[in-house]
C-alpha cells in the first residue's frame, strides 16, 4: 500500500500531506513545503543561447545543450513539497501541475509530467524528495509560499514486455537512470 512521509529535512515542520479532496479524485494534492521564488522565463535566453553571429548552423546535441544550459544558469526551478512516498513495485506516481496554473499563473512543469519510481523512495541520494520542475512564462518572478497548492499526484500501474530485463538500482536522485 502507498504512503506518503515527510522527508527528514522537514520533520519538525508542520506540513500538509498530499490528500484527494474529494471521493472522486484522482489525484492528491501537494503543496509547497517552504517560500520558492520562481524566476520569470529569461527573454532574452534565446539570444543567449545563439552564436556570436547569430544563426544556428547545425543541430545541436544534447551534450551541447546541456552545456550551454549550464553556462547561461537558465533551468527548471526545483519546488519541494516535503514529502517522499513509499509506493508498491509495479507502481509509480505521476505528477502533474494544477489544470489552473498555466491558465492563471502561466506556471508549467517543465519535464510535462514527473515520473517518480518506487525506487526513488529512500535512495542514497536524496531520500526520495518530491519536487516539481516548475518554469515560469511570465516576464514577472512569482514567489510560491509554503502551503500554496502546486500541483497533484496519481498513483499509477504499469507493465513490463515479457522479455524485460532490467536488474539495475537505483543510487541517485532526478536523471540517475538515464546517465550514459
Request: aromatic share 8%.
Amino acid at each position: 500500500m502507498a504512503k506518503f512521509e515527510k522527508v527528514s529535512r522537514f520533520a519538525d515542520i508542520e506540513l500538509a500531506a498530499p490528500i484527494r479532496k474529494t471521493a472522486n479524485s484522482a489525484g492528491y494534492d501537494f503543496v509547497v513545503a517552504e517560500d520558492t521564488l520562481v524566476p520569470s522565463y529569461p527573454a532574452d535566453l534565446l539570444e543567449r543561447l545563439l552564436p556570436e553571429d547569430g544563426e544556428i548552423k547545425r543541430a545541436l546535441t544534447i551534450d551541447a545543450m546541456a552545456a550551454i544550459t549550464k553556462a547561461t544558469g537558465a533551468k527548471p526551478t526545483l519546488v519541494s513539497t516535503g514529502m517522499k512516498c513509499a509506493l508498491d513495485p509495479d507502481t509509480y506516481l505521476e505528477l502533474s501541475v494544477r489544470s489552473s496554473s498555466p491558465l492563471k499563473y502561466w506556471l508549467v512543469l517543465a519535464n510535462g509530467v514527473g515520473i517518480i519510481d518506487a525506487d526513488y523512495y529512500n535512495n542514497p541520494d536524496n531520500e526520495g524528495e518530491i519536487f516539481f520542475q516548475m518554469i515560469n512564462f511570465t516576464p514577472y518572478p512569482i514567489m510560491l509560499k509554503k502551503g500554496d497548492a502546486i500541483g497533484q499526484g496519481i498513483i499509477k500501474p504499469y507493465l513490463t514486455t515479457e522479455d524485460d530485463a532490467a536488474a539495475g538500482s537505483r543510487v541517485g536522485g532526478f536523471g540517475s537512470t538515464g546517465v550514459r
